[in-house]
């Protein structure tokens, strides 16, 4: 059973940057894609980004593109989420995804596609 927990999430003031950490376990060798949303309070959860089981493919939402960066560990079971020029409307809980795929390249962006969440963490922009 695949497990995710988040961290490095915090306060920051706007214009600033912080990086998540997810890190995964009993991947059991199978392909996942890895995704990152956000869920502000009283609003829906929100697609970040996500990332291909080879990390070739990446694909952001609009509103973080340009500004947020995902990338993975070299074990393949640690993705990151790299925040540059935060702002306050990037305030929200932080929740790693992951989804069985059925190739390297392959990725996921719909909520629903996504079966496993950690716990999420804490980002929060002063402005």
């Known amino acids: 059973q695949v497990q995710l927990v988040e961290s490095g999430g915090g306060l920051v003031q706007a214009g600033g940057s912080l990086r998540l950490s997810c890190t995964a376990s009993?991947?059991?060798?199978?392909?996942?894609?890895m995704a990152w949303f956000r869920q502000a309070p009283g609003k829906e959860r929100e697609f970040v980004g996500t990332?291909?089981?080879?990390?070739?493919?990446?694909y952001y939402a609009d509103s973080v593109k340009g500004r947020f960066t995902i990338s993975k560990g070299n074990a393949k079971d640690t993705v990151y989420l790299q925040m540059n020029s935060l702002k306050p409307e990037d305030t929200a809980v932080y929740f790693c995804?992951?989804?069985?795929?059925?190739?390297?390249?392959?990725?996921?962006?719909?909520?629903?596609?996504?079966?496993?969440w950690g716990q999420g963490t804490q980002v929060t922009v002063s402005s």
């Open positions: 995804a992951s989804a069985l795929t059925y190739g390297a390249n392959r990725i996921l962006i719909g909520r629903v596609s996504y079966d496993t």
């Open positions: 009993g991947l059991s060798g199978s392909m996942y894609s």
């Open positions: 990332i291909s089981w080879s990390g070739e493919n990446i």
